[in-house]
């Protein structure tokens, strides 16, 4: 049973590009999370997802950030005209429930880069 | 708002000993708390975890405690390896949008030969 698969492991971007991170949840598992962890920082929650919903978006920043994930295909972090601050690991995470308190079960990450 | 703090930042051990980590956290009204592992430029490992209805979670040499009550839980780490060393990260999960993990900053562990 293959683990969460993100891609692309490294991704390098020059500001004002637009970066997008792809999340292939566990087999059987319809719950996604999205989290950021910021140079010398700890992992902070950006957003939750269900197929085809957004549950919460608390942590996701108002602005150039969105996401989603469709009924088929990866979940989709996308950021538009990315600046220096953007340069981050961008964790996802799935869980096969969400409301109980699942066990999450993380992705490798995605290492973005804003030069 | 959750805050949860971990304690000590960083450790050094000699291979063979036994340490106890530290994770507290502000609110009470957790769901459930996770234990992972990070090892440097990877992504998290997920160790134990613990309901809220649960005094501990035991997996081969890793035993983890939590005390709801007073905010607190222990990651006990026996006979401790090199492979060992990796930044451990405690999170919990609120009981309001209870999917949610609020983190740590993390203990830095290196296990010396």
């Known amino acids: 049973n293959a683990g969460v698969m993100q891609n692309p492991r490294h991704l390098v971007r020059r500001r004002g590009q637009e970066a997008r991170l792809r999340c292939s949840p566990m087999?059987?598992?319809?719950?996604v999370y999205w989290y950021r962890q910021l140079p010398e920082e700890g992992l902070k929650f950006m957003v939750y997802?269900?197929?085809?919903?957004?549950?919460?978006e608390s942590g996701m920043p108002k602005e150039r950030f969105s996401a989603e994930f469709p009924k088929e295909g990866p979940s989709i972090l996308r950021i538009q005209q990315v600046v220096r601050g953007d340069s981050a690991a961008y964790f996802c995470?799935?869980?096969?429930?969400?409301?109980?308190?699942?066990?999450?079960?993380f992705g490798p990450g995605t290492r973005l880069t804003v030069t | 708002k959750q805050e949860v703090t971990q304690i000590p930042a960083a450790l050094s051990v000699p291979e063979g000993e036994n340490l106890v980590l530290n994770c507290s956290f502000t609110?009470?009204?957790?769901?459930?708390l996770q234990w992972f592992r990070q090892d440097p430029g990877k992504g998290l490992t997920s160790l134990l975890l613990?309901?809220?209805?649960?005094r501990e979670q035991t997996s081969g040499r890793l035993n983890a405690s939590l005390d709801k009550s007073s905010g607190r839980s222990t990651l006990y780490i026996a006979a401790s390896q090199p492979g060992d060393s990796a930044t451990y990260l405690c999170?919990?999960?609120?009981?309001?949008?209870?999917?949610?993990?609020?983190f740590g900053t993390g203990t830095r562990l290196q296990v010396t030969l």
């Open positions: 995470a799935s869980s096969p429930r969400g409301t109980s308190g699942g066990m999450q079960y």
């Open positions: 087999k059987g598992h319809s719950h």
């Open positions: 997802l269900q197929k085809e919903n957004i549950i919460d």
């Open positions: 609110d009470s009204a957790i769901y459930n």
């Open positions: 613990i309901q809220s209805s649960q």
């Open positions: 999170a919990v999960s609120g009981t309001g949008t209870a999917s949610k993990l609020t």
